[in-house]
């Protein structure tokens, strides 16, 4: 008796563990079905797209490629990135005047270098932007303003030197007492990132130098002042629906004085107002006292490369107000009308025929055909009330002037609160077009937020996700890292974007840029020094969503259920019109493989199918200039049904592209 009940008894827990087991497996495949004969809403073209910031370097030193820092002297310390070189006695002299070599407002500084008879070599030294960049074979182009002022100076040498060793040289000569440019080809016969230029004065007298560059010859689409190609190329594979420019709060300037006039960056390169950058001194931890603009990358620049990249050209315009961080400087309301004549200008300088005064000055430049800029920003990160009153005097101006121009505004600085409150209801009622909601919030608060837009009203102003990044440690921390918990977390988030891309319109990552050795603000979407550049996991987030937009949402459900986030997996569906594929994105935030069955109603696949995986089980792994791929998309092949499974790998983002009948 005792026997037989302790069989049956045994028996009763093993068909019990089996069943548990039974139970465990069936709960761990998931499902997921798509709607793909009932498409809806249409994704706009401008879903995904890039904010630029001249922060981190990002312009000087990076995306602007000139390789001489404070060329034209007029830092408000003529001399900052240079110094005087000495090779030997007796020693010259170096003087700065300002009396202007070009003009007296925007360029009025020069140098003079005096050698006395004897002189073994005297003149000065450039550091660049945290040293030189040159690529061995690689072509620089030379130039330098120049008068002879008395004596016989023969030439000016022109040296790059990697510490005590000359790597490339040319040099310029037959000076006379006018003012001229002088122009050589120097070709580097090895490679350094941190080189310096020598110009050395050879002869005895003297000579006035100005507007010293040194620029290299292969830039983007080989275009003479063309930007640095590896970073551009990195730009255009996202294929990004807008640019966003010059930034944030570098168009509101610490004070009004200081603020972004984007007049002032067209035109002569050689006649555009440098001015200080907001940035330079704005972090204890990262001061940064010889960061400028020199406008070199202007207004102009902007919207070529938007062109280039095939984004469409978002402007920012100061509306009146400085950073409320800094001074909360503000223009009286009845001053407001040359600011508001500045964005008309703007729009008439994009847009304008040739045969206008703002079309003249665009086709002078080299651009004869309209940029068709379709919408411009008022104010960047403003809020309060003070904002409101002259975003409506902004809005009833330009509304009345160019009604089909769409106009952006702000939410503030929070993705919640009493400010944001308050303006999407101020916004709502006056009927804003686009509202620009920034979010800088710990990983986990974005993998939350997947759902953010699901409850939000259907009709009104759409959404503008304009600033946004997971911050590794805490807002604004020196410390965050680019790390793949910080680019999973708003691969889960970016989902809900995609799903409610009825509502939001655009989106962005924030900041683009950073340079390794002079950077303000962390974390950035991509990374460089003076040679070298490589995307963050967060960049291949970026570019997996937006090359993989599709055309048309698709409804999608999680076992079930239309609620995302379900149990760590995130996901999104849309049909892609020109390719005839539904695309499926999913993001797995677990530590284990989730199996999932996938099930397309209403279509059959037409052949097999690609599957492209971002995924690193390390949350902390980060991408680097020695590892520029370590995080990285695989591609693979996806045979595939219209009822099919998938085993999506831990802490991933996945992106399934299925051809459909």
């Known amino acids: 008796m005792s026997k037989l009940y302790h069989k049956r008894r045994t028996l009763l827990c093993v068909l019990s563990i089996a069943l548990l087991q039974t139970q465990l497996v069936f709960a761990q495949t998931r499902t997921i079905t798509v709607q793909v004969d009932k498409p809806g809403a249409a994704i706009p073209k401008t879903l995904f797209g890039l904010f630029f910031e001249d922060i981190n370097f990002g312009a000087d030193g990076g995306l602007y490629p000139e390789r001489i820092k404070n060329r034209s002297f007029e830092f408000p310390n003529p001399m900052m990135g240079w110094k005087q070189l000495e090779r ?50 690689a072509e620089y182009s030379f130039s330098v303003r120049a008068r002879k002022v008395d004596g016989s100076p023969t030439a000016l040498r022109v040296e790059v030197e990697d510490g005590q060793r000359v790597i490339g040289e040319t040099q310029v000569a037959g000076f006379t007492n006018v003012w001229k440019t002088y122009t050589a080809s120097l070709r580097a016969n090895d490679t350094a990132g941190k080189a310096r230029l020598n110009l050395v004065l050879e002869g005895a007298g003297t000579v006035d130098i100005d507007l010293v560059s ?71 931890w990262r001061q940064t006292p010889d960061y400028y603009q020199s406008f070199g990358l202007g207004y102009y620049e902007y919207f070529l490369l938007s062109e280039d990249i095939g984004a469409e050209p978002l402007p920012i315009m100061n509306c009146g107000m400085a950073c409320q961080f800094n001074s909360s400087e503000l223009a009286p309301l009845e001053d407001l009308d040359h600011y508001i004549q500045d964005a008309i200008d703007l729009i008439e300088f994009a847009n304008a025929p040739v045969n206008t005064n703002w079309g003249r000055k665009r086709a002078a430049m080299g651009h004869p055909k309209p940029f068709n800029l379709k919408m411009i920003g008022i104010g960047n990160e403003q809020w309060g009330p003070q904002y409101v009153e002259r975003y409506e005097v902004f809005a009833k101006a330009l509304k009345q002037k160019y009604p089909n121009i769409e106009l952006v505004t702000s939410a503030g600085p929070s993705p919640d609160g009493e400010r944001f409150d308050f303006l999407w209801k101020k916004m ?22 997947a759902t953010r837009y699901d409850n939000y009203p259907r009709t009104g102003p759409k959404v ?16 965050n890292r680019n790390t793949w918990e910080c680019a999973m977390s708003e691969a889960a988030f970016i989902t809900g974007l995609e799903r409610n891309s009825d509502v939001v319109k655009m989106s962005s990552y924030a900041p683009l ?65 020109g390719t005839g594929e539904v695309i499926v994105k999913v993001v797995n935030t677990s530590s284990v493989t989730k199996d999932v069955a996938i099930t397309l109603n209403g279509g059959k696949s037409a052949r097999p199918g690609r599957a492209f995986v971002l995924q690193s089980e390390d949350l902390k792994a980060e991408n680097s200039l020695d590892q520029p791929m370590k995080v990285a998309p695989v591609e693979r092949q996806l045979p595939v049904s219209s009822d099919f499974s998938y085993a999506f790998l831990p802490r991933s983002f996945t992106v399934l592209r299925i051809p459909i009948k």
């Open 88 to 137: 030997g006695e007796p020693k010259g002299q170096l003087y700065v005047y300002d009396q202007g070599s070009i003009n007296d407002t925007a360029n009025s500084h020069y140098l003079r270098i005096k050698t006395p008879a004897g002189n073994k070599g005297f003149g000065v030294v450039n550091e660049g932007f945290r040293g030189i960049g040159v690529e061995k074979g």
């Open 214 to 284: 040194l620029y290299p010859k292969d830039t983007w689409q080989n275009r003479p002042n063309g930007l640095r190609s590896d970073l551009v190329k990195l730009l255009k594979e996202m294929k990004p629906g807008f640019l966003r420019f010059p930034g944030g709060c570098i168009v509101e300037g610490r004070t009004l004085d200081q603020r972004y006039q984007w007049k002032t960056t067209i035109g002569d390169l050689d006649e555009r107002r440098l001015i200080i950058n907001r940035w330079n001194t704005e972090f204890n």
């Open 428 to 449: 709502r009622e006056l009927n804003a077009d686009l509202i620009d909601e920034h979010y800088y919030m710990a990983p986990k608060w974005f993998r939350d937020n």
């Open 464 to 479: 503008f996700a304009g600033e946004y990044a997971a911050q590794s440690v805490g807002i604004a921390s020196p410390d």
């Open 513 to 577: 840029f950073g340079h390794v050795d002079a950077w303000q603000w962390t974390p950035n979407m991509i990374w460089f020094d003076n040679l070298r550049s490589y995307g963050t996991p967060n960049y291949y987030v970026q570019k997996l969503f937006s090359v993989n937009r599709g055309t048309r949402q698709l409804p999608l459900m999680l076992d079930g259920s239309t609620k995302n986030g379900v149990q760590e997996l995130y996901s999104s569906a849309m049909l892609d019109e």
